[in-house]
């Protein structure tokens, strides 16, 4: 945990958040600011603060937004560290501190779209969300902060693409092939096609994504895997035929794969097949000057 002081609560302060004491309880107020009056309250003293079991700080009012990762698996959750260094917090789960939220300042000339996956999904049961109306605790009883710097300051839209990569690559670690140098080198490449065909994921972002899929199944031939997605980017140029899609690599696996549809491009590269009806189509004038055949 971590612990409530006066230093920390200064610290915050300085950091621009807007701070509140959140409640720690067995029922539905569990995590929501304390309020006065039944209305939220944005001038806490200090006094107040440390008497808390958990402080949060306001989105809006400290122009802070929050990517919050609530993945049950926790699988998406290993993948927090690739999104840009800035203020992180977590907790203990099973003895273990796993990183929960990432918290950055909002630039005052940029809008906020929100993002989440799934969208479709009812409360508390997204893997990843960003959140920037109500608040995030901070410190307390049940919070622990792993990267302890003032949050950085990114434009949101800067960051969907990896988010997107978070829900994807979540979906596919689940699915990934065990140990197996002929079933992950075939898959790898219909990865690195799928990646290079349906989506315009930048190759540096790619690039970090499939080497730590490696790491996270325990594959020893990082660069081999790393390699392939700029070789499949070249084949692309070349002759796109030659390269897997999305749909390549979810036969491979035998699975369905709807998050990749949150990186899929909106260029569809399927033929269409024309087939013969036997009809004749006509413009107006012809039509009017065709000599038909009479019904029998």
Same mark, same amino acid.
């Given at each position: 945990?971590?612990?409530?002081?006066?230093?920390?609560?200064?610290?915050?302060?300085?950091?621009?958040?807007?701070?509140?004491?959140?409640?720690?309880?067995?029922?539905?107020?569990?995590?929501?600011?304390?309020?006065?009056?039944?209305?939220?309250?944005?001038?806490?003293?200090?006094?107040?603060?440390?008497?808390?079991?958990?402080?949060?700080?306001?989105?809006?009012?400290?122009?802070?937004?929050?990517?919050?990762?609530?993945?049950?698996?926790?699988?998406?959750?290993?993948?927090?560290?690739?999104?840009?260094?800035?203020?992180? !917090?977590?907790?203990? =789960? *099973?003895?273990?501190?796993?990183?929960?939220?990432?918290?950055? /300042?909002? +630039?005052? #000339? $940029?809008?906020?779209?929100?993002?989440?996956?799934?969208?479709?999904?009812?409360?508390?049961?997204?893997?990843?969300?960003?959140?920037?109306?109500?608040?995030?605790?901070?410190?307390?009883?049940?919070?622990?902060?792993?990267?302890?710097?003032?949050?950085?300051?990114?434009?949101?839209?800067?960051?969907?693409?990896?988010?997107?990569?978070?829900?994807?690559?979540?979906?596919?670690?689940?699915?990934?092939?065990?140990?197996?140098?002929?079933?992950?080198?075939?898959?790898?490449?219909?990865?690195?096609?799928?990646?290079?065909?349906?989506?315009?994921?930048?190759?540096?972002?790619?690039?970090?994504?499939?080497?730590?899929?490696?790491?996270?199944?325990?594959?020893?031939? !990082?660069?081999?895997? =790393? *390699?392939?997605?700029?070789?499949?980017?070249?084949?692309?140029? /070349?002759? +796109?035929? #030659? $390269?897997?899609?999305?749909?390549?690599?979810?036969?491979?696996?035998?699975?369905?794969?709807?998050?990749?549809?949150?990186?899929?491009?909106?260029?569809?590269?399927?033929?269409?097949?024309?087939?013969?009806?036997?009809?004749?189509?006509?413009?107006?004038?012809?039509?009017?000057?065709?000599?038909?055949?009479?019904?029998?």
């Amino acid at each position: 945990m971590t612990s409530l002081n006066i230093e920390n609560v200064q610290k915050f302060r300085d950091y621009g958040f807007v701070l509140t004491p959140v409640q720690k309880t067995l029922d539905k107020d569990d995590k929501k600011p304390k309020t006065k009056k039944g209305k939220w309250f944005y001038d806490w003293s200090d006094k107040e603060l440390l008497e808390a079991n958990r402080i949060g700080a306001y989105h809006k009012e400290s122009n802070i937004y929050d990517i919050d990762f609530d993945d049950k698996s926790f699988r998406a959750h290993k993948f927090i560290d690739l999104l840009p260094s800035t203020l992180t !917090i977590g907790k203990k =789960v *099973n003895g273990k501190v796993i990183a929960t939220h990432k918290i950055y /300042k909002k +630039p005052n #000339d $940029v809008k906020f779209k929100p993002y989440s996956y799934p969208k479709s999904a009812g409360k508390g049961e997204t893997i990843i969300e960003t959140l920037s109306s109500t608040q995030t605790i901070i410190a307390g009883v049940d919070r622990v902060i792993i990267n302890d710097v003032e949050p950085l300051s990114l434009d949101p839209s800067l960051l969907e693409p990896q988010l997107r990569m978070v829900a994807a690559f979540s979906e596919l670690l689940k699915h990934w092939p065990e140990k197996d140098k002929g079933l992950r080198d075939n898959a790898h490449l219909r990865l690195a096609g799928a990646l290079a065909r349906d989506t315009d994921i930048a190759l540096e972002i790619k690039e970090k994504f499939v080497e730590r899929l490696c790491h996270l199944t325990g594959d020893t031939e !990082i660069k081999n895997r =790393v *390699n392939k997605l700029l070789y499949q980017e070249l084949a692309m140029q /070349k002759n +796109p035929d #030659d $390269v897997y899609s999305i749909k390549g690599l979810s036969d491979f696996l035998n699975v369905n794969l709807p998050a990749f549809d949150e990186i899929k491009n909106n260029v569809e590269k399927t033929e269409v097949e024309i087939t013969a009806t036997g009809l004749e189509f006509l413009n107006g004038l012809d039509f009017m000057i065709k000599d038909f055949p009479k019904p029998e």
